[in-house]
């Protein structure tokens, strides 16, 4: 399986920016689809998932700005980031994650200017 994520760049703070991710290879909707990011100086850190049944979680710091979604027809998840701050530049990775495998997108840098 490899993912190919895409969509980053240079967003303006207060803007909005989308990624997406697809998955080519052996990938079905029971799989785990998510994004990730990890900012200047700190660790990786999870910032919303898909889970089968379009089960979808966020990590406090994007919740009720960032909105996740996947088509498991074209095995791509998106993640749609409105009302960006600073804070959110990072370099984002997608996810997808069966039982114990899992595969990771190559990662898209998103930086947030004022």
């Known amino acids: 399986v490899q993912l190919q994520a895409s969509g980053g760049g240079l967003a303006q703070a207060g803007g909005s920016a989308r990624l997406s991710c697809v998955a080519s290879g052996s990938i079905h909707n029971l799989y785990t689809l998510g994004w990730f990011r990890q900012r200047p100086g700190k660790s990786r850190e999870l910032v919303a998932t898909v889970a089968p049944g379009n089960i979808i979680s966020y990590a406090d710091s994007v919740r009720g700005r960032f909105i996740i979604s996947r088509d498991n027809a074209k095995n791509n998840v998106d993640l749609q980031m409105d009302t960006l701050s600073l804070e959110d530049t990072a370099v984002y990775y997608c996810?997808?994650?069966?039982?114990?495998?899992?595969?990771w997108g190559q990662g898209t840098l998103v930086t947030v200017s004022s």
């Open positions: 996810k997808a994650r069966y039982t114990f495998y899992s595969f």
